[in-house]
């Protein structure tokens, strides 16, 4: 009797992604601290930081969860009113409607077991009753 399973082995590219960011992280830090090339300050600035937690969550769980994408759509909108005069009366509505059009167009999670479970009937308790086979 031969009892080989094969499975398939995904290899876990979050680490590798995670530590690919990181290394770019620290590689531009050194470089502004050379004075190598001329960085611009806004690389360095909070919103910046915001952009770079949200890559990381990304690449820690593969792109597969949205918190991500939300993190650092955040720190992009932050970076442009901060970056950019008057920016602020055109982002952040911006930013409302694209939050409302990806609510309306997001697939909605169904259970089977919701779908095609019959409704329970309440309890009665003058009732006798007897297990179900």
Do not use: C
Not at 15 to 36: H, N, S, Y
Not at 49 to 71: Q, T
Not at 102 to 107: F, S
Not at 110 to 133: A, C, G, I, S, W
Request: charged residues 20%.
């Amino acid at each position: 009797m031969n009892n080989h399973i094969e499975t398939t082995v995904t290899p876990n590219n979050s680490k590798t992604a995670a530590g690919v960011i990181l290394l770019a992280i620290g590689g531009i830090l050194l470089i502004r601290e050379f004075d190598l090339f001329l960085i611009p300050d806004w690389l360095f600035s909070w919103p910046m930081w915001l952009v770079a937690w949200g890559l990381y969550m990304g690449a820690k769980y593969n792109f597969r969860k949205p918190s991500w994408l939300m993190i650092s759509l955040i720190g992009v909108a932050f970076l442009l009113t901060e970056n950019i005069p008057n920016a602020e009366g055109i982002v952040w509505p911006v930013a409302v409607m694209g939050f409302g059009t990806w609510m309306i167009m997001k697939p909605r999670k169904h259970k089977e077991e919701y779908l095609f479970e019959k409704p329970k009937e309440t309890f009665q308790f003058h009732k006798p009753t007897e297990p179900e086979v």
